[in-house]
């Protein structure tokens, strides 16, 4: 019986080329992200913060409530003084008792870095800001905000 000399049976050895170098392309990938530039530092109390956006994507669903992730990165001020923090965007900063209630919002991290997935509304507006909000142990709660960037706002079309 004759061997078919079929499309498939000349080329499936790319196939199997293609399966082994795939993983090299996404750990390449994995291994050199790319940010957003971070915003200009604030002072907030005895912390100089810079908060820095992991994308330019709109915010995501995330247990029920939309999100946007973000990293805060401290100049000034040891993280181990803050007691609580949390991030939210709107046109004004959530009362830090309504914050308590939930899980999303929460600053979590190190002391190089500060991790939160920030409270946001399906789409932003115009108005609205980054909102930081933080309680030391000594009770003192400190608030910032700083203006979205232009990138992060829906685009208007003409």
């Given at each position: 019986?004759?061997?078919s000399?079929?499309?498939?049976?000349?080329?499936?050895?790319?196939?199997?080329?293609l399966?082994?170098?795939l993983?090299?392309?996404?750990?390449y990938?994995?291994?050199t992200?790319?940010?957003?530039?971070?915003?200009?530092?604030?002072?907030?109390?005895q912390?100089?913060?810079?908060?820095?956006?992991?994308?330019?994507?709109?915010?995501?669903?995330h247990?029920d409530?939309?999100?946007?992730?973000?990293?805060?990165?401290?100049?000034?001020?040891?993280?181990?003084?803050?007691?609580?923090?949390?991030?939210n965007?709107?046109?004004?900063p959530?009362p830090?008792?309504?914050?308590?209630?939930?899980?999303?919002?929460i600053?979590?991290?190190?002391?190089?870095?500060?991790?939160v997935?920030?409270?946001?509304?399906?789409q932003?507006?115009?108005?609205?800001?980054?909102?930081?909000?933080?309680?030391?142990?000594?009770?003192?709660?400190?608030?910032?905000?700083?203006?979205?960037?232009?990138?992060?706002?829906?685009k208007i079309?003409?």
């Amino acid at each position: 019986m004759a061997r078919s000399n079929s499309v498939w049976q000349r080329h499936k050895y790319k196939l199997n080329g293609l399966v082994l170098v795939l993983p090299f392309w996404f750990l390449y990938q994995s291994l050199t992200p790319e940010f957003p530039p971070a915003w200009p530092a604030q002072q907030v109390g005895q912390f100089e913060i810079a908060p820095m956006p992991l994308n330019l994507k709109p915010p995501y669903a995330h247990h029920d409530e939309y999100v946007k992730d973000f990293m805060l990165m401290f100049g000034q001020g040891d993280v181990s003084d803050i007691r609580q923090g949390y991030v939210n965007i709107g046109p004004a900063p959530l009362p830090i008792e309504e914050l308590q209630q939930g899980d999303e919002g929460i600053l979590h991290g190190s002391r190089h870095g500060q991790h939160v997935h920030a409270i946001a509304p399906k789409q932003f507006s115009a108005t609205d800001k980054l909102w930081l909000t933080i309680e030391t142990w000594q009770g003192e709660q400190l608030t910032s905000s700083w203006e979205l960037p232009p990138e992060l706002l829906p685009k208007i079309l003409p």
